[in-house]
């Protein structure tokens, strides 16, 4: 009875062993950017968004059945505007450190010098490629802001029509959707 006992707890404690063994092996490779860290990057969009939300009370918003444009949707020229005017109530204090991603991929930390690893959607002003009411359409459901870096280059080449962004939208949500590298500017209608 006594062999069978310490075999048990021989047994237990290797597993325990294994599991700490494992548990260590999976956080260093988490580190080594091995897996997208989704909390960092939607917790900077979220921040993008609060700033966008109190530039937009500032700025004015036309109700949705006016809208024509990005500006009266109350965005900014750009998003990193938010970022790079300080001293205002909307202004990030952190500066263009919320627009840059711990793990940019490899599209992204080439992209605006690295400042800005995320897309801004739609490309406005003057985006040609959306019709007339989109903003009329999208409301505050419209995507402002994307980012892709989860994505690798052999995810853009082999596997284009199930690629992940999260997305900032105008009401200042963040949400992760698929999309499809192949269908033009798809993001937008997210």
Not at 44 to 59: C, M, N, S, T, V
Not at 111 to 140: A, F, K, M
Not at 142 to 162: E, H, K, R
Request: glycine fraction near 6%; include cysteine.
């Amino acid at each position: 009875m006594t062999t069978i006992k310490i075999t048990i707890w021989r047994s237990l404690l290797l597993a325990c062993f294994v599991t700490s063994a494992t548990a260590l092996g999976v956080s260093a490779w988490r580190s080594q950017g091995g897996e997208y860290d989704y909390d960092t990057a939607a917790e900077k969009l979220r921040r993008i968004g609060q700033a966008l939300q109190l530039y937009r009370e500032e700025y004015g918003v036309k109700p949705v059945a006016e809208r024509k444009t990005p500006y009266d949707a109350g965005l900014p020229p750009n998003l990193k505007v938010l970022a790079r005017v300080q001293g205002k109530r909307w202004s990030i204090p952190e500066g263009m450190s919320v627009f840059q991603s711990d793990q940019p991929n490899f599209l992204m930390q080439q992209i605006d010098n690295g400042y800005l690893h995320c897309v801004e959607y739609p490309h406005h002003p003057g985006s040609t490629h959306l019709p007339d009411n989109y903003w009329q359409i999208r409301g505050d459901r419209a995507p402002v802001l994307a980012d892709i870096n989860m994505n690798d280059a052999d995810a853009f080449n082999n596997n284009p029509t199930s690629l992940r962004a999260l997305i900032l939208r105008l009401d200042g949500t963040v949400e992760l959707v698929m999309y499809n590298r192949l269908v033009p500017h798809e993001i937008n209608w997210k």
